[in-house]
C-alpha cells in the first residue's frame, strides 16, 4: 500500500510541475484582477485541500481484554483447644483460565 501512495504522490507532483511550466504567462500585463487571483487561490486551496485530505479505510483496533481480578483471599478463623491446635493446611498454587481462554496463577487454601 506505501509503495502505491508513493508513486501517486510522485506521479501527481510531476504532473503540478509539468503543468506549472507548460502554463507560463506569454507577457507580463498591468491588470488590476486583484480579487480573480484571491478567487483562483481560494478555489485551488480548497481543491488541493480535498485532494490531499482523502478519506482513508476503516480502522482496526486490536481487542483489549481485562484479566478479572483476583479471587479474594481465603480468611482462617483459628479454633483454640487445650491442646495443641490442629496444623493449618497447606495453601498450594494452582492454574487457572478465565472466560477467554488466558491463563492465570491462584492460591488455593483448603478450608477446615
Same mark, same amino acid.
Given at each position: 500500500?506505501?509503495?502505491?501512495?508513493?508513486?501517486?504522490?510522485?506521479?501527481?507532483?510531476?504532473?503540478?510541475? /509539468?503543468? @506549472?511550466?507548460? @502554463?507560463?504567462?506569454? /507577457?507580463?500585463? /498591468?491588470?488590476?484582477?486583484?480579487?480573480?487571483?484571491?478567487?483562483?487561490?481560494?478555489?485551488?486551496?480548497?481543491?488541493?485541500?480535498?485532494? @490531499?485530505?482523502?478519506?482513508?479505510?476503516?480502522?482496526?483496533?486490536?481487542?483489549?481484554?481485562?484479566?478479572?481480578?483476583?479471587?479474594?483471599?481465603?480468611?482462617?478463623?483459628?479454633?483454640?483447644?487445650?491442646?495443641?491446635?490442629?496444623?493449618?493446611?497447606?495453601?498450594?498454587?494452582?492454574?487457572?483460565?478465565?472466560?477467554?481462554?488466558?491463563?492465570?496463577?491462584?492460591?488455593?487454601?483448603? /478450608?477446615?
Amino acid at each position: 500500500m506505501t509503495v502505491i501512495r508513493t508513486c501517486l504522490t510522485a506521479g501527481l507532483i510531476s504532473l503540478t510541475l /509539468a503543468g @506549472a511550466l507548460a @502554463a507560463t504567462a506569454p /507577457a507580463a500585463e /498591468a491588470r488590476d484582477d486583484f480579487w480573480a487571483g484571491v478567487a483562483a487561490g481560494a478555489v485551488g486551496g480548497i481543491v488541493g485541500g480535498a485532494i @490531499a485530505n482523502q478519506p482513508r479505510g476503516p480502522v482496526y483496533h486490536e481487542r483489549v481484554y481485562i484479566d478479572p481480578p483476583p479471587p479474594p483471599p481465603v480468611v482462617y478463623h483459628q479454633t483454640y483447644y487445650q491442646e495443641a491446635p490442629p496444623p493449618r493446611p497447606r495453601c498450594h498454587y494452582e492454574w487457572r483460565e478465565n472466560d477467554w481462554g488466558d491463563a492465570f496463577r491462584v492460591k488455593v487454601c483448603p /478450608a477446615y
